[in-house]
């Protein structure tokens, strides 16, 4: 990996979580949202940015027209995402939309913690947008592609071709692997997986948070 970029608050601890679609990324948020950790994932902004009445939803339905709509004005997103994972060109249009406000809405929430938190952002596509060396360290969630698909499968009722349609979208998973500081293998129960987030963040998470008040 690259030189870190210099944190944006001394004294916090900035973690990038990140790992395929379906690979677990909320059970290990969670997990370290119970151990302290404040939980910023992109996720649940990017949905925030786009709610009836945003100027995030005018763009999207400029770009994409009305059809990405429910009935009472919301978006869409199954829909939505059935257009843009078939079109390499629309996905990057949405992501322009959608990612700057974001990481603004991010950067927003980051600013008002503690100057001593552990702040974990959770970025399904950090690799993707380059951002790994933005962040102390980086954690990634890895289950074999198999299972990944198979549970997206499970998750979102998708034929196994739109499944491998969203991974494909993603990086590989030899280009997260490569970006990650920690790895987190979830591909046994969730308590296995549990425990493995406990042990990191007793014995890594917290001796960066140390580190920070020396």
């Known amino acids: 990996m690259g030189a870190k970029q210099p944190r944006y608050c001394v004294g916090m601890v900035r973690i990038g979580l990140t ?36 100027t995030g939803l005018r763009e999207v339905v400029e770009r994409f027209g009305d059809q990405v709509l429910h009935p009472d004005g919301s978006l869409d997103r199954a829909h939505l995402g059935e257009m843009v994972f078939a ?30 938190a552990v702040v974990v952002h959770v970025i399904p596509l950090l690799v993707e947008t380059g951002q790994q060396d933005k962040f102390d360290s980086v954690v990634v969630v890895d289950v074999p592609e198999d299972l990944q698909l198979r549970r997206l499968m499970e998750r979102n009722g ?57």
């Open 158 to 214: 998708l034929t196994r071709d739109q499944a491998e349609a969203r991974v494909a979208a993603q990086a590989p998973r030899s280009e997260r692997l490569a970006a990650a500081d920690w790895v987190i293998d979830n591909s046994g129960t969730p308590e296995q997986t549990r425990r493995r987030v406990e042990e990191l963040w007793h014995e890594h998470i917290a001796t960066l948070l140390d580190a920070t008040d020396g």
């Open 19 to 54: 790992g395929g679609i379906a690979s677990g990324k909320t059970l290990v948020s969670d997990q370290l949202g119970a151990a302290g950790a404040l939980i910023i994932d992109s996720d649940l902004l990017a949905r925030r940015v786009v709610e009836p009445g945003s």
């Open 87 to 116: 079109d390499a060109g629309a996905r990057a249009d949405l992501n322009a939309i959608v990612h700057p406000r974001v990481r603004a809405e991010a950067y927003r929430i980051e600013q008002a913690a503690p100057r001593d």
